[in-house]
């Protein structure tokens, strides 16, 4: 049924007029409301300080992880951020992807949210055969075809580090650091990073380095603000 206005001439057109003002007002409202809220959303940046580069074996260095008295980490070194507290679990997590070519990972340190499935594609012209011993996530994929479909594939659901190997390709190394949180970020080679759309509260802010070594900092994010937190 068509909407007609009740008011009596001749204020009618004025009335009209002035409720289909209120109507637009109102959606307009609706619709920018959500997207000054995500505007709103909290925001960390800094710099975490990185350990000094050190000249690696020429295999070790080419595949970006090496080990110094049972510690792993990357070649050159790079660190994760990330915000640790309790959020809610998504349905499922994207899918993320750890390719292998010319013979090495194509990432040496993915970090992934507990519960994501993580993609293996094999993009050589030869075969090669993923697995884990790590306590996080024990995996075996077996020998695998570059064409092979469906693409080999894991669910990581526990936190942890795990260490990536291939039984082929003794030399090929990469690291899969499993958080409970879906805020985090790798930083640059120059230990920069800025993490997002994050929400209001207190938080405990945390800079993964190597195996052994994670840096933290209490922080408390206020909605529209930008805080600054270095790992010195």
Known sequence: MEETCSFPAPKRLLNCRAMDVCRIVLLNFVFVFPCISALAQAVVEGRVELPKSHSAPVVAKRYEIVTRGGVLSTEPPVAVVYLDGLFPKPASPPTKEMAQKDLTFATSLLPVQVGTKVEFPNLDDTYHSIFSYSPAKRFDLGRYRPEERP??????????????????????????????????????????YRLSGLPSGH?????????????????????GETLHVNFP
Request: with cysteine; proline share 6%.
């Open 203 to 223: 938080y405990t802010l945390k800079a993964w380095i190597d195996s052994k070594t994670t840096r933290e900092r209490p922080v408390q994010l206020k909605s």
């Open 151 to 192: 693409i080999p594939s894991e669910v990581f659901d526990k936190p942890g580090l795990v260490t990536l190997r291939c039984d082929i390709h003794e030399h090929m190394r990469a690291l899969i650091l499993v958080l409970n949180t879906p805020y985090f970020v790798v930083t640059n080679s120059d230990g920069g």
